[in-house]
């Protein structure tokens, strides 16, 4: 049946290649119109499982809540450079209306300054009461010291959470810029007194309202857009737009740098590097191949003829991509160099049996019908077992090794149509129109004698060598057993993305990671409750939630009374007297008493492993190894050690205007007005709750990266324990490299097996097809062993080589038994001579195509690049080693009997 077919289609292209290529170029043009509306999307969401429930539930939440879609402006510098950027950048990013709907970087002060103490907790409220009832500074002091001792020396939890460590540097930071503000005061410094008094009264109740790490040196902008993550085209001219306002703003800044990140602005970076990456290394393969090309072949048009050929099979599976899935990702993104590398195979087979044939004075008909009949079987073969191994992919649940299954194995088999029906048409007509224009010559010879020499010293010698062999494979099978998996997906991603570094800067400024989980609530009372236990967790850096302004209704009913005392304080407060020379001492005593606080809050710290409340502890009890830096606290004792007269001037100018603004803010803040959703401001609202507007969202962002395997692992078992409803891309990303370790492993065992039934079908000798899987088995094991060997890591994407290898693998041995059967015995040097030499260009072409995507920035592509690049000279160098020495024993068996 086969012989058949393979005899009509050398037939109809020897008589009729113009009728052919006809047809051929109307289904091209076909399939370039459908492939104009294939679209690009690098969203890491679209490899997932689409009907996993975390996916799920991940997709309802980017689609439903416009703040789970973020783009992130990070700025390093100095404290006074970064809030001037900000406040410059914010209304020009604003004023996008088309992507930007807000941008935040700053705390609602309106709101906290109305409703600051219903919105802490019982227990702070109960430990500073006192604060309030004497504005004095000795015995304010005083309270804020019996505070300090209460929340953070006598309580074993109070620095417990990620939380309450932050809560603990915030309060020291107010503390260290009321005290450093008493030294510029006591000093005569300080110009406008009633501007620098507000600033300190305001700073130490509620906090720095800008979204400033803890040393100051990096600031956050959040920028909510009109859109999602999923419309890909705003996505990029938004961040660009965004991007190119940075630049403008930054010129007026030296020594500040800033850019975007997080997952919208590595979304636009995957996408444009991707691009790039698609056209550069599918065009650099095809130059390469066809330089290869011309020196193997000594000629010009034929190597032009298979990229024309190539071109074509590229364009049909790019058409049947548009047709049956509609976009690439980032598996199938680079489907032109995988199909390219594969798919050349078949034309080198073909030109290489067809030149041979014309140098031997084969009439044109006669060698392009011999050509066929003799390589089209091989190639059909290789081409069936490539594509089926591909196809084998198709059982994951991943979206993403779905969808490279299909257009991968659909494009082998596309490829090896338009080898099979238009090369050798073209081929025909080039010879027929060459031979009109000049005179009969004879074709150059095509044979590599080389590797027919090399496989007749193999034949010599075919036991040592299967020896050697045999124990190199036990050698690299114990490597590939020691092979690791790198599960950084953004060690994937290309090199020097200004994105993830200022990733990487944010999660250690601000012990938090843009890459955080999600859960919707139907209600504000569950969200309290998710929030409460997620902050109670030592790995988590921050959690976000509608409950933080709303308390519960019975709490807010029990802080109000909290509140009331502290209102009847601060209106019976007593008449602030100025302090005298002999106050001086207590105001010392105080202030000394406040450093040996804060020194055992810092050696809190420090065993706790809490660097950044250490840090911020230092910058007020200085550095004990450095006696010149005696913190901002030493430096205020060390003036009021002084006599001068102007110190206690200073102080007392301080005393005035601090408790006036203290009080006035206080009052503000100490409304015992229940907190209601209607109270909430809009841009509060719009942050957590969904439109529809009958769910409210909670984000839960770690501490650490996620993409630690051991931390990624430990997440997700608690996040599960907490709500089992949690999504978030670290979990979905657990779950997708769950699906792609299960489903390879089943993928590749099929691959196997369909491989197998494929050659038994074709060989009809289940003697012949065990030796052609030879070169897959051993090749794909060599493959491990040598990356493993060479330091190399398994990826999400090169694992995908795996399955490439087991059809490329059996590719090149099925070329060589199919020889070998139509040659009588002991011509294992001529099958070397002539189909070794199709086989070894095949696998320089194949490496050169994998290799170009070593020089795509998107890491992924070039780890997946070198994956096959090796491979497929493992398998090389064991069919043309392997086979002669195993065909050679066979013979030398069958002569014994």
Not at 37 to 47: A, E, R, V
Not at 707 to 713: C, D, K, P, T, V
């Amino acid at each position: 049946m086969r012989k058949k077919i393979i005899h009509k289609i050398a037939k109809y292209s020897a008589q009729k290649p113009g009728i052919v290529l006809l047809i051929s170029s109307l289904i091209t043009i076909g399939a370039i119109y459908f492939a104009m509306d294939l679209k690009l999307s690098m969203q890491f969401k679209d490899l997932m499982p689409q009907g996993h429930p975390l996916v799920k539930a991940f997709n309802d939440i980017t689609d439903n809540y416009n703040s789970a879609s973020v783009i992130l402006v990070a700025a390093t510098g100095d404290e006074e450079s970064l809030k001037k950027f900000a406040d410059d950048i914010a209304p020009r990013i604003r004023e996008q209306k088309e992507y930007v709907s807000r941008v935040d970087y700053k705390m609602n002060m309106d709101f906290i300054l109305n409703h600051g103490f219903m919105l802490q907790k019982e227990k702070d409220l109960k430990n500073s009461l006192d604060i309030y009832s004497d504005l004095n500074l000795i015995p304010w002091f005083s309270h804020l010291n019996d505070n300090f001792e209460k929340t953070y020396i006598d309580d074993d939890e109070s620095l417990s959470t990620k939380q309450k460590e932050n809560n603990a540097v915030g309060m020291l930071d107010g503390i260290d810029y009321l005290i450093s503000s008493m030294s510029e005061f006591s000093t005569g410094k300080i110009d406008d007194a009633y501007s620098e008094s507000d600033k300190v009264a305001k700073k130490f109740l509620i906090g720095d309202e800008y979204s400033l790490s803890p040393d100051k040196n990096m600031i956050l902008l959040l920028v909510q857009p009109t859109f999602t993550i999923a419309e890909l085209d705003k996505v990029i001219k938004a961040v660009n737009l965004i991007d190119s306002i940075i630049e403008e703003e930054m010129a007026k800044y030296p020594g500040l740098d800033a850019g975007t990140t997080g997952t919208m602005a590595l979304a636009r970076d995957e996408m444009v590097s991707s691009q790039k990456d698609m056209n550069y290394t599918t065009i650099l393969a095809l130059i390469l191949i066809l330089i290869l090309f011309i020196i193997s072949f000594r000629m010009w048009m034929a190597p032009i003829l298979a990229g024309i050929t190539m071109i074509i099979g590229i364009s049909w599976t790019a058409g049947f991509a548009a047709i049956t899935v509609g976009s690439l990702n980032v598996m199938t993104s680079m489907f032109g160099v995988i199909i390219l590398g594969l798919g050349i195979d078949f034309s080198i087979h073909i030109i290489a049996l067809y030149t041979e044939l014309r140098a031997e004075n084969h009439s044109i008909e006669d060698a392009i019908k011999e050509t066929l009949e003799k390589s089209g079987a091989g190639i059909i073969t290789g081409a069936l077992t490539t594509g089926f191994a591909f196809y084998t992919l198709m059982i994951s649940e991943s979206a993403g090794m779905f969808q490279f299954g299909l257009i991968s194995g659909s494009g082998v088999i596309l490829c090896m149509l338009a080898t099979m029906f238009i090369l050798p048409s073209m081929l025909v007509l080039r010879d027929r129109i060459s031979s009109k224009k000049t005179k009969k010559k004879k074709a150059a010879s095509t044979q590599f004698k080389f590797l027919g020499s090399y496989s007749r010293l193999i034949s010599k010698h075919p036991i040592i060598t299967l020896s050697v062999c045999i124990v190199l494979t036990i050698i690299f099978i114990f490597s590939a057993t020691k092979m690791e998996f790198d599960y950084n997906y953004l060690n994937m991603e290309p090199v020097g993305l200004k994105s993830i570094e200022l990733q990487h800067l944010l999660e250690d400024k601000f012990d938090m990671t843009p890459d955080y989980a999600l859960v919707t609530t139907s209600s504000i009372e569950e969200s309290q409750a998710i929030a409460e236990e997620a902050r109670k967790l030592k790995m988590i850096g921050f959690v976000s939630s509608i409950s933080d302004y709303i308390p519960p209704l019975e709490k807010q009913k029990k802080r109000a009374l909290l509140i009331d005392k502290i209102r009847r304080n601060l209106e019976m407060n007593k008449k602030i007297k100025s302090l005298n020379s002999s106050d001086k001492n207590l105001l010392i005593q105080q202030i000394e008493r406040l450093q040996n606080n804060i020194i055992e809050l810092s050696q809190l710290a420090f065993m706790g492993g809490q660097d950044k409340l250490d840090k911020k502890a230092e910058s007020l009890i200085g550095d004990f190894e450095d006696p010149a830096n005696n913190g901002s606290l030493g430096k205020l004792l060390s003036i009021l050690d002084s006599r001068a007269e102007k110190v206690l001037s200073g102080i007392n100018q301080f005393q005035k205007g601090f408790s006036t603004a203290f009080k006035k803010y206080s009052l503000s803040m100490a409304s015992t007005d229940i907190i209601k959703i209607d109270t909430i401001p809009t841009d509060i609202k719009n942050q957590f709750i969904s439109n529809s507007g009958d769910q409210y969202l909670i984000s839960i962002y770690p501490k650490e990266s996620v993409w630690n395997l051991e931390f990624l692992e430990r997440f997700k078992s608690q996040m599960e324990k907490l709500d089992e409803r949690i999504t978030g891309m670290p979990l979905v990303f657990y779950v997708l490299l769950d699906i792609v370790g299960q489903d390879g492993k089943k993928a590749a065992i099929f691959a196997i097996i369909i491989i197998f039934l494929l050659l038994l079908l074709d060989f009809r000798n289940i003697k012949f097809a065990l030796i052609a899987m030879i070169p897959l088995v051993a090749g794909a094991i060599w493959m491990m062993g040598i990356m493993q060997l060479l330091g190399l890591k398994l990826t999400l994407l090169n694992i995908m080589g795996l399955p490439l290898i087991l059809g490329i693998g059996v590719d090149d041995g099925v070329h060589i038994l199919h020889r070998y059967s139509v040659e009588a015995k002991g011509n294992i040097p001529k099958v070397f001579t002539s189909t070794g030499k199709a086989v070894l260009i095949t696998s320089l072409t194949t490496m050169l195509a994998f290799g170009s995507l070593k020089f795509a920035t998107y890491r992924g592509l070039g780890s997946l690049g070198i994956a096959l690049f090796i491979g497929v000279g493992a398998c090389f160098v064991v069919t043309v080693t392997l086979l002669p020495a195993i065909l050679q024993i066979m013979e030398n068996r069958e002569k014994r009997k």
